[in-house]
């Protein structure tokens, strides 16, 4: 059975394309699922792509991740920068964690500077846009098939 990669996105990624493409891009959630479920077929991983604007969706997720999912590719969101909670259940899977932000947060306003997440992720890509999230899924395949 081919390994799964959990891929989760929080608050607002479900207007990607549409928000603040200056910042975001034009590319929409469903584009970069695609991507992901294309490349998933040749790096040999099965792809699992969820988004929620609510947190305990979120956690109920990495939950279930402790029994199905190899690792986790998370965009977080502005929960990134608040959430003990989000943290607490990525603490409680055993798998990498990959945390993914489109912009380069480090760019951005102070608030969006100290991410929970990173206390946890074994790597973070910021700022390179969508195409984050397919180096993610490169990266999270090698972790998990020792290709
Ligand atoms: C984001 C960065 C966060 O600060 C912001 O709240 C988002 C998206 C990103 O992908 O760049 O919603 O995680």
């Known amino acids: 059975m081919k390994p799964t990669v959990l891929v989760l996105n929080g608050p607002n990624l479900n207007l990607l394309g549409k928000r603040q493409p200056h910042i975001y891009g034009s590319e929409t ?17 099965e792809v699992r792509f969820h988004q929620s604007n609510r947190e305990y969706e979120l956690i109920d997720w990495i939950h279930d991740a402790r029994e199905t999912a190899a690792a986790i590719l998370i965009n977080p969101g502005a929960f990134t920068h608040t959430s003990v909670a989000i943290l607490d259940a990525l603490n ?12 380069n947060v480090h760019k951005r306003e102070a608030f969006r500077h100290h991410s929970y997440v990173s206390q946890r992720a074994e790597g973070v890509i910021a700022g390179f846009g969508t195409q984050g999230y397919s180096l993610a899924l490169r990266r999270a395949a090698h972790l998990v098939t020792n290709a």
């Open 92 to 103: 409680a899977f055993e798998g990498p964690v990959l945390e993914i932000h489109i912009s």
């Open 29 to 45: 959630l469903a584009d970069v699922e695609a991507d992901l479920r294309a490349l998933a077929k040749d790096l040999g991983v």
